[in-house]
């Protein structure tokens, strides 16, 4: 079993719609919960993190850390075909390590 | 601010030729981290250096793959010989300190195909 499981996707939706990304996690250890979007042929560049648990909005994104469940989430609010495209969670504890572990990301298509 | 660069950005090469790739951190960024993305993928962490010194290697496939990072500043990694399977995308990323949390910047990444 993975550390981080994540739906590869792909996932379609119509503009405007609420889009909800999860990700689950297996190292209760892990306090750091990031979200990274990788457009095609780019790097990855962060969007979200948040530190333990609880919530961080971010204009349109908003981030949610259940470590109760082990289950991350980021949702985006009235989604653009600009957003179109794969969303990578990424974690990592707080040991000393400078290590992340990435989902596998989900592909995103938003559709006008 | 200029972003992290890379290059070259694609390379096709045939298995048992070698083949290098530059990167160059973000100016100030004291810690480098080279990653490799399979298809379908998220990046994997090969090596991470600390200024000139290579602090974590453990997932760099010795036999075959090596990295400097002369200076402290840029940084290349070789593969000699590639292999089929080394068709990936190599991220390269840094951040200011390797400390608790640093946000980690990525550059464009150097898309490898082995024939």
């Known amino acids: 079993q993975k550390e981080v499981e994540q739906d590869p996707g792909p996932l379609s939706v119509p503009e405007g719609a609420i889009v909800s990304l999860n990700c689950t996690y297996s190292?209760?250890?892990?306090?750091?919960f990031m979200w990274y979007r990788q457009y095609s042929r780019k790097g990855p560049e962060l969007l979200m993190y948040?530190?333990?648990?609880g919530n961080k909005e971010d204009g349109r994104f908003t981030a949610q850390v259940d470590k109760s469940s082990k289950y991350i989430s980021l949702f985006i609010r009235d989604s653009q075909p600009s957003d179109s495209a794969t969303y990578l969670c990424?974690?990592?504890?707080?040991?000393?390590?400078?290590?992340?572990?990435f989902g596998t990301g989900t592909r995103l298509k938003v559709l006008a | 601010e200029a972003g992290v660069v890379q290059s070259p950005r694609y390379k096709i090469i045939e298995k048992k030729q070698p083949v290098a790739f530059w990167c160059n951190p973000i100016?100030?960024?004291?810690?480098l981290y080279w990653y490799r993305q399979n298809l379908g993928q998220g990046p994997e962490l090969l090596i991470r250096?600390?200024?000139?010194?290579?602090?974590?290697d453990s997932q760099l496939p010795k036999d075959r793959f090596s990295a400097e990072r002369l200076k402290g500043v840029d940084s290349t990694l070789k593969i000699q010989p590639a292999e089929l399977g080394d068709s990936a995308v190599y991220l390269c990323?840094?951040?200011?300190?390797?400390?608790?949390?640093?946000?980690?910047?990525f550059g464009p990444g150097t898309r490898l195909t082995v024939l």
């Open positions: 190292n209760s250890a892990f306090q750091y």
């Open positions: 948040t530190y333990s648990s």
């Open positions: 990424a974690m990592k504890d707080t040991s000393g390590t400078y290590k992340y572990i």
């Open positions: 250096y600390e200024n000139e010194e290579a602090v974590d």
């Open positions: 990323a840094s951040s200011m300190t390797s400390g608790d949390y640093n946000e980690q910047f």
């Open positions: 100016s100030g960024h004291n810690t």
